[in-house]
């Protein structure tokens, strides 16, 4: 029997590759959003090769992640895999001109709703005595950059809550790890930039930045380890970062 994965944040980027690698390697998908064509379009592509089912949520809304998750039909509701993916950073900007509201989208969406759709899921991993929960860090929670402020302390509390979480789990078998990438082209700096597109490609010039399937690839062998194994805490970067601040770039 297939294994079933929830991908949170899989309209887009590293989210949206891993749905299709995991569909290629006969795992059942439950595809999380707010952008339902994307899900549709999704789901229609990916039904060819495995059961696809869609959730569209605002992962800031408590009720409704608790309510989509708690719709599942039968035939999802045995959750193996979880992939707390969601999350952006909003803003780029130091501290004293930081704007409340993108203060707030970053912890509400990279760490409460990351806490939302887990607490919905861990008592269905519980009854099982099994899962594997993947929280998608970042370089960014492992060191802090000029103006990253809010967004790397978001990051920083996912790394906190992913030791946590293995930490209180362990006595069910569940295994928890997370994935932290570094510079990787996706929507994400376009969101962060908020759709100033021409800056955001900046971000990405003059060197190879990863590519959302790289990271797909990791969470995958992530996933596919024996039982036994378990991948705690994963740092990945292009081969031209060393850190969040030093990247090296072709003029
Ligand atoms: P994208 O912007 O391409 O994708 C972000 C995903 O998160 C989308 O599918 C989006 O779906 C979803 N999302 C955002 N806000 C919400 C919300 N309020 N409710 C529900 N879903 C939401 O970025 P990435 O693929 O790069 O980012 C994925 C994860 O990887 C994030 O946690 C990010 O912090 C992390 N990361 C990214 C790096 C990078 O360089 N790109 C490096 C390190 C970590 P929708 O808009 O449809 O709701
Ligand atoms: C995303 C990596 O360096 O753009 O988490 O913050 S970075």
């Not at 899921?121 to 960014?140: C, D, E, L, V």
């Not at 069910?172 to 996706?186: D, F, H, Q, R, S």
């Not at 100033?196 to 060197?207: M, R, S, W």
Request: net charge negative; aromatic share 6%.
């Amino acid at each position: 029997m297939n294994k079933t994965a929830l991908i949170t944040g899989a309209t887009s980027g590293i989210g949206r590759a891993t749905a299709f690698l995991f569909a290629d390697n006969g795992i059942d998908l439950i595809i999380c959003g707010r952008r339902k064509e994307r899900l549709n379009e999704m789901q229609q592509a990916l039904s060819e090769k495995v059961k696809v089912h869609t959730l569209s949520f605002d992962i800031r809304d408590k009720n409704a992640v608790q309510e989509k998750i708690n719709s599942l039909p039968e035939n999802f509701n045995n959750i193996d895999i979880l992939i707390n993916n969601a999350g952006n950073a909003h803003g780029l900007d130091s501290i004293e001109n930081g704007d409340i509201d993108d203060w707030d989208a970053m912890i509400d969406i990279n760490v409460k709703g990351l806490l939302y759709v887990s607490k919905a899921i861990i008592p269905k991993m519980i009854a099982n005595n099994s899962g594997h929960i993947i929280n998608i860090g970042s370089t960014a929670g492992k060191e802090v950059y000029p103006n990253g402020n809010v967004y790397c302390a978001s990051k920083h509390a996912v790394d906190a809550v992913n030791q946590g979480m293995r930490m209180d789990l362990n006595k069910y078998g569940i295994k928890v790890g997370a994935v932290n990438p570094g510079l990787v082209e996706t929507e994400f700096s376009e969101v962060r930039f908020k759709g100033d597109t021409e800056k955001a490609e900046t971000v990405y010039k003059g060197f190879q930045p990863l590519k959302p399937e790289d990271i797909a690839d990791i969470i995958h062998f992530a996933v596919t380890r024996p039982y036994h194994v378990n991948i705690a805490d994963l740092i990945v970067m292009p081969t031209a970062q060393a850190s969040s601040t030093m990247v090296k770039k072709e003029l």
